[in-house]
T-cell receptor, first 119, second 113 residues
Framework: DTEVTQTPKHLVMGMTNKKSLKCEQH?????MYWYKQKAKKPPELMFV???????INESVPSRFSPECPNSSLLNLHLHALQPEDSALYLC??????????????????FGPGTRLTVL | AQSVTQLGSHVSVSEGALVLLRCNYS??????LFWYVQYPNQGLQLLLK??????LVKGINGFEAEFKKSETSFHLTKPSAHMSDAAEYFC???????????FGAGTRLFVKA
């Protein structure tokens, strides 16, 4: 299995809802990432998990809550979102975990994304 | 701080013509450089990467890029465009082996029949 899967493909939610995005990989990768991509813009890094621990948080609002239950699964819990949070949410994984220093290249594999609409 | 600038938000070429997408980077140390492609409503796919070694890098789908340190450039080329090449292309840079990747604004490639 050489792919990253994301569910759901599309999600529509109200500002008072609680929902979750799911990302899964079975490549034995030890780092997993969440990106947010607005229309016609590049992806912006949100979180990086390495060895199931949060390694990078790019000052993301607390209404986004990541979780890494095991090395294959990454969730993004959503609560009290705003309409401006509507975007494509991309998950990625890479083979090596972050060891706190520059390392040799670590290719990221991206999932197809979840298209989120907040009403 | 590292950054990436892609020249031209839109590029239009005829089928069979040369594709040239421009990318310049800013980095105080030698970076890792990448080109990704994104088709509508899909995730990103890595086209090619420069890490160390040979400065001319060959990727998938007939694309290649040349790392020019003196010009701080990493332009993407393909000798002959195909209709299936129409997509969004992102140049990206990383100093941390790919953990923290900064993307350029993207260039939309249109291919005319």
């Amino acid at each position: 299995d050489t792919e990253v899967t994301q569910t759901p493909k599309h999600l529509v939610m109200g500002m008072t809802n609680k929902k979750s995005l799911k990302c899964e990989q079975h490549m034995g990768h030890r780092a997993m990432y969440w990106y947010k991509q607005k229309a016609k813009k590049p992806p912006e890094l949100m979180f990086v998990y390495s060895y199931e621990k949060l390694s990078i948080n790019e000052s993301v609002p607390s209404r986004f809550s990541p979780e890494c239950p095991n090395s294959s699964l990454l969730n993004l819990h959503l609560h009290a979102l705003q309409p401006e949070d509507s975007a494509l949410y991309l998950c990625a994984s890479s083979q090596k975990g972050w060891e706190g220093r520059e390392s040799s290249y670590n290719e990221q594999f991206f999932g197809p994304g979840t298209r989120l609409t907040v009403l | 701080a590292q950054s990436v600038t892609q020249l031209g938000s839109h590029v239009s070429v005829s089928e069979g013509a040369l594709v040239l997408l421009r990318c310049n980077y800013s980095s105080s140390v030698p970076p890792y450089l990448f080109w990704y492609v994104q088709y509508p409503n899909q995730g990103l796919q890595l086209l090619l990467k420069y890490t160390t070694g040979a400065t001319l890098v060959k990727g998938i789908n007939g694309f290649e890029a040349e790392f020019k340190k003196s010009e701080t450039s990493f332009h993407l080329t393909k000798p002959s465009a195909h209709m299936s090449d129409a997509a969004e292309y992102f140049c990206a840079v990383s100093l941390t082996g790919g953990f923290k990747t900064i993307f350029g604004a993207g260039t939309r490639l249109f291919v005319k029949a």
